[in-house]
């Protein structure tokens, strides 16, 4: 099946754009189409690294979908979005720069053509995930009516009043709608009546294959399903597309559902720049380029009345613009190695070790209650923050953590379908939007359901726009094994976030600490995911002053020795420090130290200690192969190694997954006695 545009008699009447707003029109799409010519030409002459996704062709759908938006408005864009980006006004200089791989440019050259993004326009992000960018849309969407609810309840202006009532688009091709992205996505929009645009251009191919090969029902099938507005429009036509779009915007901000909207246009290069493309026939592309959208739109201003000299000075315009664009980018110089490392994380708030001792007598409360009063504390001081997930609203949680909170909070305790890309698409888009998401993950095995918007989005996107994007956000979760909960509900994974440049991963172990570290959490300005363990969450202890700050990425020394260094980490800490009690009896004065923060790692913390004591033995419950210890392991072969007086030990669980018998599961989970053992072994060497 070739790609289809809607027929002229199909077509509702729509209106005319006044004759100096179509030749407005006609010029940005004219400055798309001489942009992406010219990245096409510095393509093939090797200017332009890594890959290039053009949208030649598709000017009309960009340019039409953005025309009723305003700065404040956001779009999310795809790998083919130079157009999106240049049609929501970013301009062409930067963005050239970028391609070149530039210091100046929009993204400091660490974007380059699939991630350009300006949040400060409303730009968040083309992307080189397919789909990725549908739920963070919904997170800025979200945000967008959280404050249009504060506002209300305010005062500032009712439900149904258009003022300030922020839209999203947010675009993808025909091929997206296959991804679970973006049916989460889609389905908590459509739940939530969030203000969001869902802009499909549908140019009748994803990647190489056609429509007929990719989607056994129409889109309009599709918005349906989701009870979603569904609006066909000829893509190509840019008057067709604003009009269409300014009446859906016009809606939304009224106070209307999401709408769909399919703009049926066609791309004339290939899904890259150097494809083949073999699956197209040349009388397909010709027939298209028929439809030239700029050739149409010249034509209607002729025919209005418009002087061919008029057009032709905007063109003359555009190319001398785009070819001083190119003379300064390539003027301009590249990174160096400062603005990456500056760029992945942003700084953190200074905050002290607090100096806070539980007095005999002080309060007693527990890590669970630790967890909802932090929660509680954030979301009273921080008219921004919100909290989603499953169950967390009216059912408190299925650990009944954040109970008693929506009873406050029932416009910000925000219970989401089990659809977790779409929860942390909320964080994402949220956090970008400058609110401060407090999302759940149910279980951190369900990690792999939705580690696209963790690893690629939430840890990359502050790296990948230069340090522009805001991604503080914190996503709690949990794990533990030892209660017979199988393979799929008890891994320790922190390893697998550890690696992932961009995220801060916490696990604590005490209630105090819990506490302490999720409001620091909370106010720092980088994605952190929270480990908890829900082996300790009806632990007790000493309750902390209501100002109580932990510092991220600093480890504690829980127990003072001399003999061997025990490093470990959340429920760990307790088995290690027992087994370090155990030990004393026998003469051997052991030093437990409480990472705290997994990543960044408090190196100085270790080496001090194992300068101190000359060994070292790590327990974590991660499994042994490739987990923490192996870090910390090579970290003391490294820049300890002439401290060291034994060989490094790990106490962990062998490489295979959890056992669900209770008798196996105990014998495969490490506890203080085979801590004990290793520390034995390991004095004796």
Known sequence: MQATSVPASEAPELPELPIDSLLEAYGRMTLIRVFEERVSELYRNSEVPGFVHLSIGQEAAAVGACWPLAVTDVITSNHRGHGHCLAKGLAPEPMMAELLARVTGTNRGLGGSMHIADPDLGIFGANGIVAAGVPIAGGAALAAKLRRLRRAADGAGGAGEEADSGVVVSFFGDGAV??????????????????????CENNGYAEFSPIADQHPVPMSARAAGYGLDYV???GN???????????????????????FVEAATYRWHGHYEGDPEKYRSTDELADWQQRDPLVITRARLLGRGVGVDV??????????RIDAAVDAARLAPPPDMSVLRSSVYAPRPVIAEPDWAPSPDGEIFRTMDAVRLALEGALDANPE?????VDVGKGGNVFALTRGLYARWPDRLLDTPISETAVMGLAVGGAMAGMTPLVELMYLDF???????????AAKLRFMTGGKARMGLVIRTQFGGGRSSGSQHSQSLEALLAHVPGLTVVMPSTPADTYGLLRSAILDPNPVVFIENRQLYGMKGPKPPADYLIPLGQAKVVREGTDLTIVSVSRMVHEAVAAAEALAGRGISVEVIDL?????????????????TNRLLIAHEGVTDFGIGAEIAALAAYQGFWTLDAPVMRVAPPPTPSPYAPGLEEQWLPDRRAIERAAEELIRV
């Open 178 to 199: 296959a991804q679970g992205a973006f049916h989460e996505a889609a389905n908590l929009a459509a739940l939530w009546r969030l203000p969001i645009v869902f802009f």
């Open 237 to 259: 036509d840019v008057e067709a597309v604003a009009a269409v779009m300014t009446d859906a915007v016009r809606r939304i901000r009224a106070g209307g559902g999401p709408v």
């Open 596 to 612: 705290r923060t997994v990543a960044p790692l408090d190196k100085k913390t270790i080496l001090a200690s194992l300068a101190k």
């Open 311 to 320: 057009l032709d000075s905007v063109e003359a315009q555009v190319r001398a």
């Open 447 to 457: 990690l792999g359901v939705c580690f696209d918007q963790i690893l690629n989005q």
């Open 385 to 389: 923050a919100f909290v989603a997930g």
């Open 232 to 234: 066909a429009v000829d």
